[in-house]
Each structure stands twice: as C-alpha cells, then as structure tokens.
C-alpha cells in the first residue's frame, strides 16, 4: 500500500511510514510512503488543509501508475483529498479561501467530483475517529492546531460521530514550534489528553494529527485511558479491508 503525506516534510512521510510498518507487522502488506510534491509544509489551518487537496490527489494518482500500490492511505487528520480519490464531490473547510506558499490566499470555489481510484482509500482521521467511537464509546481529541477546531467538529459531525464526541482539547503556542521539541510536544499533548479525560468525560483519545505519531505511540504506553493513534488506526481498517471477501 501507499502512504501519502499531504504536507511537504519528508522526514515526517518516513515516521509515518515507519509506524505504518510497524503495524502492519505479520500482515504481509509492505507500505510505500510518499510525500506531496507542493503545498503547506504543515496543515495548521483550513486553508493549508485545502490546499493540500491537489498535491493528494496527483501523488496519489502518481503512485497508481506503479505495480505496488493495492490501497491509499492520507495521512493528514482532516482527510484531504480522500472524498476526490473516492469519486466524491470535494468539500472546502469551511473558508472561502486557500493557501497558496507562492502567491497567498485566493479565491476556492466548490471541487466537482472525480472518478474513483479502483484501489481502496483511508484517511488516519476518518479511521482513528470511528476507532476510537468504537460500541458508543465517549471519544475526545488532542492535539495541536487550534486553528482547525471548527474543521475537526465538521468532520466528527460528517461522520455521524457527534453524539460520542465530547470536544478537543488543543496544545497552547505554535504548532510549528511545538513540532521542533519533542519533549515540550509530548508534555504538551499529555496534558490535552488528561484534559479530555478528566474535564470532558472522555473514555478514549484521538491524537490528532499523523506527524504526532511518535508522541502518541509514547503517550500509549504511559496513559491509562485507550490513546488512538491515526496512523496505525488508518492501517488496522485497510488490512481488514483487504482481508475481506471481495
């Protein structure tokens, strides 16, 4: 299968694909990991997450061109390009306009549907959530874009997932400068997750957002609470549904 990193940073598209591999051990499945050719090199807000949309899409269809590829994963929390490459009409976030690095924003008009991809499509937020919401468990999110909050409680909503969801919890200071200091990062999320436990009544925790794989893997092993990880969450749904009777 292929993982496909909808923002520019190769050194996150090999974590991820190193956690992708990592649970999928004993499966068979071997995982190629790609990263978008342009756009954001971070999706903090909702006009970076549209923006990567395209750059998806064209990886996506770039690594369907090859012998390798029986399954697509996007690894982004906000699903980017997963409604395009499944033939569906495309959805902006919500603001009427998008990132562009070279020129600034500008206008997004609606994005018509496509044809499907012949391959199956997970996004790690679509996957972790449903994970996570798993026989009407009570789930919230950590993480560290605070920006995207009206995005994320649209894509719960789409899910059919708001009545499990019982909010997000967001680190404080910078994304960017959060993601350049491990520990502080790790710190950070812990106490977003205790946050959701604790205030929220959360029985389960999403860690929202694929590049914070490492910290939610870590966060797994010391928390109480079931901690979600997207990314391995992505690849537990695309072996069962490659497992599944055709």
Request: with cysteine; hydrophobic share 50%.
């Amino acid at each position: 299968m292929v993982l496909v990193n909808p923002n520019t940073s190769a050194a996150t598209t090999r974590m991820m694909t190193a956690l992708a591999r990592r649970a999928l051990t004993g499966t068979g499945l071997r995982v190629r990991g790609v990263t978008a050719a342009d756009g954001p090199p971070m999706l903090t807000d909702p006009h970076a997450l549209d923006a990567a949309v395209p750059f998806v899409v064209a990886a996506a269809h770039a690594a369907l061109a090859s012998d390798d590829c029986a399954a697509l994963i996007v690894a982004a929390f906000g699903d980017p390009g997963v409604p395009e490459l499944r033939g569906r009409p495309g959805r902006t976030t919500g603001d009427t306009t998008a990132y562009d690095a070279g020129a600034g924003p500008g206008p997004l008009g609606p994005r018509a549907a496509t044809t499907p991809v012949p391959v199956p499509v997970v996004g790690i937020g679509e996957a972790a959530l449903a994970e996570a919401a798993a026989d009407g468990r009570r789930f919230g999110i950590a993480t560290t874009t605070p920006r995207l909050a009206g995005s994320i409680a649209a894509h719960v909503e789409r899910l059919g997932l708001a009545p499990s969801y019982t909010g997000a919890r967001f680190t404080a200071g910078a994304p960017e400068r959060l993601a350049a200091r491990p520990e502080s990062l790790l710190a950070a999320l812990e106490a977003a997750v205790r946050a959701c436990v604790v205030r929220d009544g959360a029985e389960a925790v999403v860690i929202g957002g694929g590049p914070l794989g490492e910290a939610a893997e870590v966060l797994r092993s010391r928390l109480a609470v079931p901690v979600v990880a997207p990314v391995p969450a992505a690849c537990r749904r695309i072996a069962r549904m490659l497992a599944a009777p055709s």
